[in-house]
């Protein structure tokens, strides 16, 4: 302003009333009067907007000047003048008290100044802005990496005629009121979470409507071109179209996927190349395993939309999303907060691996229990009717113990070190082999029990599945090949709780006679315990070593 450049809004106040008055005006009138800014508090630094982002920044900068956008706008309504908005500026014209007409109009930095003839220099007066003078002025700004608007005005002539379809027509010998710097800030958490993504094996891309320049440098800050992020190709939408599409100018899906795959920044891209881009990485299979990937996109506007609605997972802000962003949404942050996407990953993988542990779990042990029970009815005459009615029992209540430690237990961040893969059901087909190999095993170990000359075999047989179950809830708690129980007790106590509660339970069911009533025993032997307690181990020894080969060869 006033041939200056000013550093923060406090050298900005000192500026004359009457151009910051006259600035203002410009503003609010030249701004979408659906465009607002919501304080949640006084003096709130992250207030919530409704709009286009660069407007809203412009209004909460007249609020930190002291200015009321609100009343202007009441002095004059959106009924009261005529305007007409472009992709790259808006046109205002107003009628004033005296009866004059005054043209406002905001936008690009080169598009507006190249229409200025003065520039306000002291108070109110102006002085001559020729070509050299705009061409320093451009010179000294970074159009490639940050945003400029320029606000200008000219008072019409009493008669002069305007095109009310076009008011730009009418910007010439224009005067500019000021220069305003528009910069995003970049998100605080946006570098904590970038690292994350990329330790864990999650590819990051950025799409934005910013040039490249500008694209690189915000990728630069957040720390998307360190060491760990290998690919870095840069396109703009057009570079991208063209590089997709064949002799003919039809999109050629393996050209497609080709480049979708090595992209890391799709710059000045239009909604359309977005979903383009979506369906890119969809085809484009992970280079590592081969198989397809799982796609997320993470937006908040309405351009975002078709990108959103192609994606796997559609992650949108809560706050700035728009309401056609957020009708597309599966996940929504109601924070606006980044690392919150990471949050729902882990939540997300965390119920997924739970719920295959549960599954896995409980099919091994029905499975078992139900051929033993077959089998052993058929083939021996010792076993009674309340010894299988009592093994279905024990089998079911510490199922539910298992289950609730199952869902409990978590792994935190740890689940991000395992990323999934779309398949058709939850269990894997290695998982199936080494389930069914595991079943058959432990079937084999309770018909030995159950042949051989053992006292009270019931009994052993149901000690020996409850210790089978304890090993198979232990082989289902491992990841990346450790005992999840024994990594930290604070943050998998009620795992140790549940097998404690188990063992416990299950030790005053035998020892202390309470299957008297049933099987008319009131304990077993140290040797019997032992025999269990070494099925057990070899349960958990063998189902690590079945999971590992079978898992291996998918």
Known sequence: MQGKFHQDLDEVKKTSKEILHLLAN????????????????????????????????????????????ESIRKQYPEDSFICSEHRRYDAVVIQLDDGTKRLFVQGYAKDILDTCSRIISNDVDTQSLGKDERDEVLAKLDLDKVLYKVIAYRDLELNEDVDTENLFSSAHDMTCIAIIELDDMLRSEATGVMERCMDVGIEVKMITGDNKVKAESIASQCGMWSSKHTVKLVLEGREFDSQIRDDEGDIDHEKMSSVAGKLAILARSSPGEKYVL???????PVETTGKRRVVGVVGDGTNDVLALAESDVAFVMGEEGTDAAKSTAQVMLEDDNLQSVVTAIVLARGIYDNVTKCISCHFINAFTVALYSVVSSACLESVSGIGILSLWWGLCTSNVLLAVGSS??????????????????????????????QGALQLAVLLGIAFSNFPNKDIVV???????????????????????LAKTCKSHMACFIVIIA???????????????????????????????GVCGMISLLSSRILSAIFESAV
Not at 278 to 284: D, M, R, S
Not at 410 to 437: C, H, T
Not at 463 to 474: I, P, R, S
Request: charged content about 15%.
């Open 26 to 69: 410009a503003i609010c009138v030249s701004t979408a009067y659906s465009t607002q800014v919501h304080e949640r508090f006084q003096g709130d630094l992250n207030p919530g907007y409704v709009g286009v982002k660069t407007q809203c920044a412009m209004l909460r900068m007249l609020k930190c000047l002291d200015f009321s956008y």
């Open 462 to 484: 149901l000690n020996t599945v409850v210790f089978m179950q304890l090993a198979n809830y232990a082989n289902l708690k491992m990841m990346s090949g450790k005992l999840e």
């Open 502 to 532: 188990v063992m416990a339970a299950h030790f005053l069911f035998v020892e202390l006679g309470l299957y008297v009533g049933l099987l008319g025993t009131g304990g077993i032997s140290v040797r019997s315990w032992l025999l269990s």
């Open 408 to 437: 409990i237990g978590g792994g935190g961040l740890d689940y991000l070190q395992k990323p999934l893969e779309i398949r058709p059901s939850l269990v894997s087909a290695g998982m199936r082999s080494a389930l069914l190999s």
């Open 278 to 284: 979506v369906q890119g990485l969809k085809q484009c």
